[in-house]
């Protein structure tokens, strides 16, 4: 694990973009794993620009989405699936077989799982995946307890997930169940980058980058990959004992 801080959440943001947009220039064929939410937006808004500035290749690439709210309509815009067509693939020629992303309607979510987990399997391994980090330290859905072992999978909401989670949405949602990716994918893939700003997020990402490597915490995961990479601004970095850049 690597840890790279930043002056503030732009510098933050470009350096992701950036990292993005070189896994792609250096490999056309690329698997890349996306978050939504507030951290990643910025880094979604630079990336297309970049893109539409440089005219990339986008057309071998495949994304996929972290997770998803279970029982969420698409088009709420609190779900992940409003958030990456609104923030990303409404700006990018790509075609429907590129974009993979979890039904959170799903009558059978099992094999939603299923799905997401022979996508990656064909596919290799996810080359680049982006994540954030929650208040409680979950990765994706992936929440306290959860075995660092398991692919793709239905969980239940932790209660700071279900609290903190009511921002995106317009109205108070029944928010019980996620699926997604899982702390497997992230151990087998290739590049990670856990990414996180703001002082609120100081405390969880100290026990991330300095406590001991455990379930309780699941993004702690991170310390364990040789190609992990902690990105955060200097807000978010602000308890950490030692720093480094």
Known sequence: MTLNIYEDYQTLSQATADAIVKVIKTNPEAVICLPSGDTPRLTCELFVKQVIEERSDLSHITFIGLDEWVGIPPDNEGSCHYFFQHELFQYLS???????????????????????????????????????????????????????????????????TTIVGQKYFKSEMPLQKGITLGLKHLSEAKEV?????????????????????????????????????????????????????
């Open 193 to 245: 980058l856990l990414i996180a700003n703001g002082a609120k997020k100081a405390g969880i990402i100290k026990k991330t980058v300095e406590g001991e490597v455990t379930n309780c915490i699941p993004a702690s995961i991170m310390q364990t990959h040789a190609n992990g990479f902690i990105m955060i601004d200097k807000e978010a970095a602000s308890l950490l004992d030692k720093v480094s850049s």
């Open 94 to 160: 790509l075609s429907k077989q590129q974009v993979y992303l979890f039904n959170g309607l799903s009558n059978d979510l099992e094999t939603e799982c299923a799905k997401m987990n022979t996508v990656v399997s064909e596919k290799g391994r996810i080359d680049l995946m982006v994540v954030g980090i929650g208040m409680n330290g979950h990765i994706g859905f992936n929440e306290p307890g959860v075995s660092f072992g398991t692919y793709s999978h239905v969980t239940d909401l932790d209660a700071t």
